[in-house]
């Protein structure tokens, strides 16, 4: 595949106001969620929860690509077609998770570095044959009192660069996710500073591996106060400290940066990123959501593995994708949310 091709792909998937939904819970975190509204982990019951989220009718109007697992990207409807036909008939491009996993990080008692690259070649070809056109790589950092080492930042941007490299190599565009956790009482200064690290150290792997940056895009999570911090900043500071942030470290070559929610809530996810599109109506990149559970949350809630339930579940999904879509052209208003 050409350069160009991939530039059109990464382009097509955050035009026009739409973004990513991430689908591509592993196995076991997906039980989890599951597990909360009283549903076995089995294939078929995977099968089903993705089947429904797939299928709601019109989702491809907000929705530009679906991220999946290994399992999703293998799977068939009920009526026999395949979940990649499904997403392409639903005007959605195919993606697909391609790391490991975040293993403990040798010589670090606590931080962890992302596995997944041995091999990653010929799963990426595999993939690209199975029709993904995108993947996905997830780095976890954790801030703490002495966290994060510059040595987990930079094993873990290393990595990064290697699988987007691969994934340009083989036709799929990557997107690069360092996700800075909101877990612990940081404030969102602290979020700042290590987000703004972080970063530093990926653009540096992501140049120094000739990695073309007008082929990928960059998941980020957003500059917030950490969950249990007692003075959370307001909607304003997180999305004019995230701009600041990303303007610093991100070439303005890049065409797309698409959000994490990583445990906001779900308005909140949806107000942050309508009021940086407010703030910054000429940024350089566009500015979209990837978004797995403030995008899932409500359709499970909903769903509780009832198929008569099945309709409220898709409509509790479109309204979520909606509303994100109308972020990402700054014209989300929390009062929205109330009727
Ligand atoms: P959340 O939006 O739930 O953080 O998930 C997005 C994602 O894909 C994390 O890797």
């Not at 089903?48 to 907000?62: D, K, M, N, Q, V």
Request: net charge neutral; aromatic share 6%.
């Amino acid at each position: 595949m050409s350069r160009a091709e991939l530039h059109t792909i990464a382009r097509s998937l955050v035009e026009g106001g739409r973004g990513i939904l991430a689908a591509d819970e592993s196995t076991g975190t997906i039980g989890k969620r599951l597990e909360k509204i009283g549903v076995n982990n089995s294939e078929e019951n995977r099968r089903a929860y993705r089947e429904l989220l797939f299928t709601a009718p019109g989702l491809g109007e907000s929705i530009s690509g679906v991220i999946c697992y290994d399992e999703t990207l293998r799977q068939r409807a009920l009526d026999g077609r395949s979940f990649v036909e499904v997403m392409q008939q639903n005007r959605m491009v195919p993606g697909i998770k391609v790391d490991t996993g975040a293993k403990a990080l040798a010589g670090s008692a606590q931080e962890k570095v992302t596995e997944g690259l041995d091999g990653l070649r010929e799963r990426l070809q595999e993939y690209h044959a199975l029709g993904a056109r995108f993947a996905k790589w997830r780095a976890v950092i954790e801030i703490a009192a002495d966290l994060p080492t510059d040595y987990c930042l930079s094993v873990n941007a290393h990595a990064l660069a290697r699988y987007a490299a691969l994934c340009q190599e083989n036709g799929l565009v990557p997107i690069v996710e360092p996700e800075v956790l909101m877990d612990g009482d940081h404030t969102i200064e602290r979020c700042y500073a290590v987000t703004s690290r972080s970063l530093q150290f990926v653009f540096a792997e992501l140049y120094a591996q000739r990695v073309d940056l007008s082929g990928m895009l960059l998941k980020p999570n957003m500059v917030i106060s950490a969950s249990a911090c007692r003075t959370q900043a307001g909607a304003e500071d997180v999305a004019r400290l995230s701009l600041q942030c990303l303007r610093t470290h991100v070439p303005s070559i890049v065409p797309g940066i698409v959000f994490l929610s990583g445990g906001q809530s779900d308005e909140r996810a949806t107000e942050h990123l309508s009021l940086m599109n407010r703030l910054a109506p000429a940024a350089p990149w566009k500015l979209s959501f990837s978004y797995g559970r403030a995008l899932q949350a409500a359709a499970l809630k909903a769903w509780q593995g009832k198929s008569d339930q099945i309709a409220a579940a898709q409509s509790a999904l479109l309204r979520r994708a909606r509303f994100n879509a109308m972020a990402a052209r700054g014209q989300y208003e929390p009062a929205l949310e109330a009727a």
